[in-house]
Each structure stands twice: as C-alpha cells, then as structure tokens.
C-alpha cells in the first residue's frame, strides 16, 4: 500500500511539473504577434494600417490612425546640426532617435511620436520622407482598406523625420502629390508610424 501511494504521489507530483511547464509555454507565446499570411497593404494589423511589408513578410510598418496631436506642431531644433538623416523605408525609427537624443525641446513632431500611444503599442516614431510617401499611397490608392476618417488630409503638410538642412526638415502634403522642405519652425501636421 505504502508503494502504490508513493507511486501516486510520485505520478501527481509530475503532472503538476508538467503543466506548470506547459504554462509557462504558452504565457510566452502570448507576447508573439503572429502575422497572418494573407496580410497586404492597407491591413489594418499592430495598432495601424500596412504601409510597408518586408518581401518575406515577417514584418512590415503601419502608420496610427490618427494624427499624434489635433493640433500642427513645429519639427523642432531650428539651427541643430543633425548627422544625415535617412530618407528610405526603415529609417524613421534610427532618425527618431537620432533627433531626441540630440534635442532636448519637448513639444516638437519626434518627441510627440516617441510619447504616442494607440491602440495598446507605445513605440511610434516620426516617419522618414519615404514612409511617409508610402502612407500617403496607401492612404489614396484605389480599393484602399484605410477607412476615409483614418486617411491622411490631403491638403495639409506632414512632417517627415529627414532634415533638408540647419534650418529645414522635409514634408509631404497628405495625399503625397509634393514632398518639400519647409522651416523646422514652422507648424504642420504629424503622423506616427511604427513596425512590426
């Protein structure tokens, strides 16, 4: 008798070991966003909608569905000589950074993204000139996904996180038509983005 309860407890005693095991698994896996195969731009997925997919489609950018802030802010750091911010797809995370740890103001399109929240994710940047020229596509393109209250407006300038120069940072207009230098003083609007 002693041997068959020892056995039980033996038996309990790893099933118990086992489950919390599995547990554990699964509480891990909870963190990992699974991206569906048949995802495509204009997706809402992550907290945005699809701008940009990598070619195998193990992740990929969304901009927020709304502007950072109902009101046009300045870029910020008139006259800070930045080291060459990237233009392409991929770069406006590197350039967020690059700006808020060389220009302390607060109020300015980088920092107000790097603060953002939507939708449960709180790591936007400011996008760089291409990704936001690929916004605007998404935004516009015929059979777009992204509903119209969503959408970029299309007669208002949007701060890239690409500099022209000391005193200059690039914009697009919101449906993507002129992509310009403006005065980093000057107000316009911002749209986060971040990747997945």
């Excluded at 095991?21 to 891990?28: G, Q």
């Excluded at 059979?143 to 690409?162: E, G, I, M, Q, R």
Aim: net charge neutral; aromatic share 10%; proline share 4%.
């Amino acid at each position: 008798m002693k041997r068959l309860i020892n056995y039980f407890l033996l038996a309990s005693f790893t099933i118990l070991i086992l489950s919390c095991e599995k547990k554990e698994n699964v509480e891990k896996d909870e963190d990992v966003v699974s991206i569906p195969s048949n995802i495509k731009l204009g997706d809402f997925f992550a907290g945005g909608y699809v701008f940009y997919l990598k070619p195998d489609k193990s992740g990929g950018l969304v901009f927020a569905p709304s502007d950072v802030t109902p009101n046009p802010v300045a870029w910020g750091c008139k006259g800070l000589k930045l080291p060459i911010l990237g233009t392409k797809a991929g770069d406006g995370l590197n350039n967020t950074k690059t700006i808020l740890s060389l220009c302390s103001e607060t109020n300015i399109a980088a920092k107000l993204c790097d603060l953002f929240a939507s939708a449960g994710y709180n790591d936007w940047f400011l996008p760089s000139e291409d990704e936001l020229q690929l916004i605007a596509s998404v935004c516009y393109e015929a059979n777009s996904n992204v509903n119209a209250d969503h959408k970029l407006n299309p007669l208002d300038f949007y701060w890239t996180s690409t500099e022209s120069h000391d005193y200059m940072a690039r914009v697009n207009m919101g449906k993507g038509q002129l992509a310009t230098g403006k005065f980093r003083d000057d107000k316009h609007r911002v749209r986060a983005a971040r990747a997945f």
